[in-house]
């Protein structure tokens, strides 16, 4: 049979388990912690004045003066999250303080060496990623009440106040209506494995929801965010040292390395959803596009990183619907399919308004002589694409991914 001609290295039952994914909060943070030990006292007493000591220019000479602290007195994953989320706020803060045309260049090493530190205990970068701005930057106002975003706040913020609030907290529900869909993924490899093509239908029905339910969700960014905020505010806070023109040398990370680091900035191109979905399905993008995206795992938990893998090394979905010629398994895959070119286009109105027209405005108001926001970053992103081009490519390549067969 198909299955078993598959790779056996895929073990019975599949479990989200394994890979440190929530059966409640899939990949978010289940229940971040606030607070650090007192020892680190100087960094949180920093962390919760950032919008202030930024817009008030303060916060380089205050980080300057910071103690150094080492990692050792951070007990276990949550605190070790919360001290990455502490370190890459104020690092990006740092950075960036005076915005594109005078970033720093240099991290000193009472940041720098914590920051390279709790990055190598958690397997992350040392730099803000989206598992630091999303997954473990939020908390509920009332722990026993649902996960809405009424109920719901960020840990740390940068300025941009409501517009970045909403931004996080958007993208923190969209992460929650992923949940489904991830648990449809474990059930859809545990049923081609079982060779159940009920348990895989139900499964891809599941999916397709929960594709439909996120590009739902994204719509309320619309609600919650600011373009005019989210482009000339917000964006330059999660903008990395990696093909970026503002900071082309990189960063030096005092005490740590004498020749400067490159890191690509925030992006839920980070988030392991659509890459778990992608590789599920058997989409292959284009070189250039796959190459930006595969380096993008690379900025996520490893654990969460691995189940993309796993994805990857499951007994192919395509192979077997295409063996199994059941013509409704074939029907609810293409659905899931459309459901999520669907959802990739509406991230590409999405990044038009937030992006390119917001742009556009900035540059018209340039030409008036107001202040104007980063020129360097425009129309690229936090991770440093050619926007357009490059989320269309990995649009297409969705669609183009349909089975157009009669089985
Ligand atoms: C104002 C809202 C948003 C803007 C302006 C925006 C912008 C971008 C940009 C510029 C990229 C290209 C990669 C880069 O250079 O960073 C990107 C990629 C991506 N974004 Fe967004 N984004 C937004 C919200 C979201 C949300 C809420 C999600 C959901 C988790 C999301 C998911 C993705 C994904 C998965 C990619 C990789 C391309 C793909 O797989 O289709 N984005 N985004």
Not at 88 to 117: H, K
Not at 163 to 182: C, D, H, Q, W, Y
Not at 218 to 237: C, G, K, N, S, T
Request: proline letters at 6%.
């Amino acid at each position: 049979m198909e299955a078993q001609n598959q790779n056996l290295k895929t073990t019975l039952p599949l479990s989200l388990g394994r890979f440190h994914i929530s059966e409640d909060y899939g990949f978010l943070l289940p229940n971040p912690l606030k607070e650090l030990p007192d020892h680190y006292k100087p960094w949180m007493e920093i962390a919760n004045k950032l919008p202030y000591l930024i817009e008030s220019h303060q916060l380089r000479a205050l980080v300057n003066k910071m103690p150094l602290l080492n990692c050792h007195f951070l007990k276990g994953y949550r605190e070790q999250r919360l001290a990455h989320l502490v370190l890459s706020f104020i690092t990006m803060g740092y950075v960036w303080q005076e915005g594109e045309t005078q970033p720093e260049q240099v991290l000193p090493r009472n940041l720098a060496l914590p920051f390279v530190e709790i990055s190598r205990k958690l397997g992350l970068p040392p730099i803000l990623v989206h598992s630091d701005l999303v997954l473990t930057n939020w908390t509920k106002w009332n722990p026993e009440g649902p996960l809405e975003i009424r109920n719901l706040d960020i840990i740390l913020s940068f300025p941009g106040g409501e517009s970045l609030r909403g931004f996080i907290l958007v993208t923190v529900l969209v992460e929650k209506a992923a949940v489904p869909g991830i648990k449809a993924l474990v059930e859809a490899v545990n049923a081609i494995l079982q060779l159940s093509q009920d348990s895989l239908l139900e499964a891809l029905q599941q999916l397709r929801l929960s594709i439909q339910d996120i590009t739902r969700v994204l719509e309320q960014m619309h609600d919650y965010v600011d373009p005019d905020i989210f482009y000339a505010v917000i964006r330059i806070f999660l903008s990395g040292w990696k093909d970026n023109p503002a900071m082309p040398m990189g960063l030096i990370y005092e005490g740590v390395s004498k020749e400067p680091l490159k890191y690509s900035g925030g992006s839920a191109a980070q988030s392991t959803v659509l890459h778990a979905f992608d590789e599920f399905l058997g989409i292959c993008h284009s070189k250039e596009s796959a190459d930006f995206l595969h380096r993008m795992r690379d900025y996520m938990p490893p654990s969460h990183k691995a189940f993309i893998e796993e994805m990857r090394s499951a007994p192919s979905l395509r192979k077997y619907i295409l063996s199994s010629g059941n013509g409704q398994l074939l029907a609810a895959y293409n659905q899931c399919m459309e459901a999520l070119a669907e959802l990739r286009s509406y991230h590409i109105t999405m990044v038009t308004k937030y992006l390119i027209t917001a742009a556009a405005k900035a540059k018209v108001r340039r030409q008036t002589h107001l202040p104007g926001p980063p020129k360097a970053l425009e129309e690229r992103g936090t991770g440093g694409t050619a926007v357009l081009s490059f989320l269309k490519s990995v649009r297409d390549k969705t669609v183009e991914s349909i089975i157009h067969q009669n089985v």
